[in-house]
């Protein structure tokens, strides 16, 4: 607004005179933006091609006092900032001219803006001929709002309720101007609408004058609801602008009855086989699950609500399950049923059981065993398998037909199902002996050496032992025999100690005959001994050994008497020239030396002087 006024006072007569006005051009915004706690700049530009005589800006309240107030005046003799008004320190002026453009400014700063600050601002230039322009503008104040806070029902709303049904709460706290609350669901905005949705908003104003909108949702719930997220959204003014926020987004609990149950075993698709646990489990399409029954052949089941678990199932337990719901609140009754199927193998029968067949004769074993799904048999003997069907057929029987063979029984499709069972089978006859009689290594320690015989034959053979000293034919006593049965045969076996040569024999013999078999076994200790002084091997005093010793001691005392002999009757010369030197020899002493052999068996004996020196010849 533009005002044109002027005043003549002549010669103290108070004339009011009317002339052609001068006009001062002043422009101001129509509207200054500023955020709460900033710094507000408002300009004054105005037209002149001196500077301004006076400036003067005035606020103006909004509502119902329209009255002016100064907050600052300023002429070319003083400045004046009224202290008295709520902006006393926080304003500031500055003011330019610029001749060359005919154009001046004046700039009103207030720091740390309020609330209160927003009002209506009014610059007023005069010039040097009293000529005066005057400028408007609005201040804008604007607050950012806190981010919105969302809270959902957690009772849940059901979908059989007749009104819309509180959902959620939605609250943003300090802004300025007010803020507005908009409902999203799955990004679509909601609106309200009878009987279906329904918004309920509030505001508050603070002490401070910031504004705090709460809003709450009410929907009809469907069924659909369940799967869907809700947020709001808040819209909010800024200096140049409006922007816009998003609350976290929340999903509902929604209650709607069962109309349908689905039972199922868990896990799926396996076989059962007698001994599992079996879960079976009932779900309905409803929320929450109703109450389940379960029964079996009529019979009522105890059940954890929505599972049974059915510990080490039988065949028995094959058959119909049944699932029963109902719902109380909707008054619905549903059912689904499943059918479980318990395998099962049964033990295997043979046929027939521990059979004696003669030799020649034929043998068909039979195996089965009962089973809920097919079966794959085969027969094992040494854990070779021989073939692959329920029947076994043995042909001309002999002692290699004799043995343990082992029937197994297997379900392919389920392999945790399997059954096993062994039969002997003895083939009769005299006992045969299986090879010669076995000499094992000999024991460094003892000399001893193991004699193993086996032999086969049905009944079972008895096998002795018999041991003979090969020179003197004498029998050797026989340390007791290690007998181990097999499928078909004895096994047995001797610990001896070989010092002369020996004949070895076995014998096995049955009801139906008897068999055996000798060895020569050659001697294996080989014993020497060297001493002036008696002395005789370890191991035990083995009589062959002192019995070689003492002969020698006997042909040496013969020798000796001989000598003695023929020393007496003059036949030994005793001149030095004639004289035989018995004490000497290649070997520094004078030593008398005989060997006896026996077989591969060697005994040696080396006998010296009583003193060990030469004799004289008179002696």
């Not at 607050?143 to 029902?153: A, K, Q, R, T």
């Not at 079976?280 to 089941?301: A, D």
């Not at 499709?413 to 005299?430: C, F, H």
């Amino acid at each position: 607004m533009t005002l044109r006024y002027n005043a003549l006072l002549i010669a103290g007569l108070s004339v009011l005179t009317c002339k052609t006005w001068a006009v001062v051009d002043v422009n101001m915004e129509d509207r200054v933006d500023v955020s709460l706690k900033g710094q507000a700049e408002i300009s004054c530009i105005y037209t002149l091609m001196e500077p301004a005589k006076m400036i003067v800006w005035f606020t103006k309240s909004p509502g119902r006092d329209q009255s002016r107030r100064r907050i600052y005046y300023y002429d070319n003799q003083s400045e004046i900032i009224d202290e008295g008004s709520e902006y006393a320190g926080r304003i500031n002026f500055t003011h330019s001219h610029e001749p060359q453009n005919a154009r001046g400014s004046a700039l009103l700063i207030i720091d740390n803006v309020q609330l209160s600050d927003q009002k209506e601002y009014m610059c007023t230039v005069h010039d040097v001929s009293t000529d005066s322009g005057e400028g408007h503008t609005r201040l804008q104040i604007f607050n950012s709002p806190s981010l919105p806070v969302i809270e959902g029902i957690h009772m849940g709303i059901s979908v059989t309720a007749e009104e819309p049904s509180k959902v959620a709460h939605c609250k943003v706290d300090d802004g300025y101007p007010r803020p507005n609350i908009t409902w999203y669901k799955d990004r679509f905005p909601l609106q309200q609408s009878d009987n279906e949705v329904k918004i309920s908003e509030s505001e508050t104003t603070k002490a401070n004058g910031l504004f705090t909108v709460e809003s709450d949702l009410y929907i009809k719930a469907q069924r659909t609801d369940k799967d869907a997220f809700f947020y709001c959204e808040v819209k909010y003014f800024v200096p140049g602008g409006v922007r816009m926020t998003e609350s976290k987004e929340i999903n509902i609990i929604v209650h709607y009855p069962t109309t349908e149950v689905t039972m199922y075993v868990n896990p799926p698709d396996r076989h059962i086989k007698e001994g599992d646990t079996v879960e079976i489990r009932c779900e309905g399409n409803g929320n929450p699950q109703p109450v389940f029954t379960f029964t079996h052949k009529g019979e009522e089941l105890s059940a954890d609500n929505e599972m049974l678990l059915l510990e080490n199932v039988e065949r028995s337990d094959s058959g119909t399950f049944v699932c029963q719901s109902y719902d109380f609140d909707a008054g619905i009754d549903t059912e689904d049923s499943i059918n479980i199927t318990v395998h099962y193998l049964d033990q295997i029968v043979v046929t027939p059981e521990e059979t004696v067949l003669n030799q020649g004769e034929d043998l068909a074993l039979t195996c089965n065993a009962l089973s809920s799904l097919p079966t794959l048999t085969a027969w094992y003997k040494d854990g070779t398998r021989l073939v692959e069907r329920h029947v076994l057929e043995l042909h001309n029987a002999s002692y290699a037909t004799a043995g343990l063979y082992k029937c197994e029984v297997t379900v392919p499709s389920l392999p945790e199902l399997q059954q096993q069972k062994s039969v002997q089978i003895s083939v009769q006859g005299k006992p045969k002996i299986i090879e010669e009689i076995a000499v094992g290594p000999v024991n460094k320690a003892d000399r001893s050496f193991n004699l193993t015989c086996y032999a086969e034959g049905y009944p079972f053979p008895t096998i002795t032992w018999t041991l003979s000293d090969q020179r003197t034919g004498l029998p050797v006593p026989v340390p007791e025999a290690e007998n181990q049965k097999t499928d078909t045969g004895i096994l047995s076996m001797i610990s001896v100690r070989a010092m002369s040569e020996l004949t070895a024999k076995c014998s096995a013999a049955n009801e139906l005959g008897t068999e055996d078999v000798s060895r020569k076994i050659e001697a294996f200790a080989h014993v020497t001994t060297t001493t002036t002084q008696a002395t005789s091997t370890k191991g035990g005093g083995s009589g062959v050994v002192i019995a070689v010793i003492i002969i020698c001691l006997l042909l040496i005392a013969i020798l000796g008497s001989v000598l003695y002999f023929l020393y007496k009757k003059g036949k030994l010369p005793c001149g030095r020239s004639g004289k035989q030197d018995f004490t000497k020899e290649k070997a520094s002493k004078d030593d008398i030396v005989m060997e006896m052999k026996s077989g591969k068996s060697e005994e040696a004996v080396l006998l010296q002087g009583v003193n060990g020196d030469k004799k004289s010849p008179t002696e």
